[in-house]
């Protein structure tokens, strides 16, 4: 487990995340996006890895986040790339992902994920 200095207050609680509509962050890591997916925080890449599209100004349904410019669809739940059907596309774009908790002072924070 790394250790708790390692993390990134994002000065946002739980409450504070639209689930329909996420915000991005500048990290130490680069730019996030928290998503409220299916109960829990998924913090993922703020811009599409196809051409650099506002990935966080996309379309989300359940665990799936589609960009608004090439229409490209990521699951929020693995990072990889969807086809129109759902599966995983077979090419190797995804999404790079930080670990998300909750502090003691009820904020999110934020730390990188091993590769």
């Not at 990072?79 to 759902?86: C, M, N, S």
């Given at each position: 487990?790394?250790?708790?200095?390692?993390?990134f207050?994002?000065?946002?609680t739980?409450s504070?995340?639209d689930?329909?509509?996420p915000e991005?962050?500048?990290?130490p890591w680069g730019s996030?996006?928290?998503y409220?997916?299916a109960?829990?925080?998924?913090a993922?890449?703020?811009?599409?890895?196809?051409m650099?599209?506002p990935?966080f100004?996309?379309?989300?349904?359940?665990e799936?986040v589609?960009?608004p410019?090439?229409?490209w669809?990521?699951?929020?739940?693995t990072?990889?790339?969807?086809?129109?059907?759902?599966r995983e596309?077979?090419g190797?774009?995804r999404?790079?992902f930080?670990?998300?908790?909750?502090?003691?002072g009820?904020?999110?924070l934020?730390?990188?994920?091993?590769p």
């Open positions: 487990m790394p250790d708790p200095e390692d993390a207050d994002t000065r946002l739980p504070e995340i689930p329909s509509r991005p962050i500048e990290t996030f996006a928290i409220s997916c109960g829990r925080l998924v993922a890449q703020s811009f599409c890895p196809h650099q599209g990935l100004q996309g379309t989300i349904a359940g799936t589609t960009c410019w090439h229409e669809r990521f699951s929020l739940a990072g990889k790339r969807l086809d129109l059907d759902g596309h077979a190797g774009a999404l790079a930080l670990g998300t908790s909750v502090g003691p009820g904020t999110i934020l730390r990188p994920t091993a």
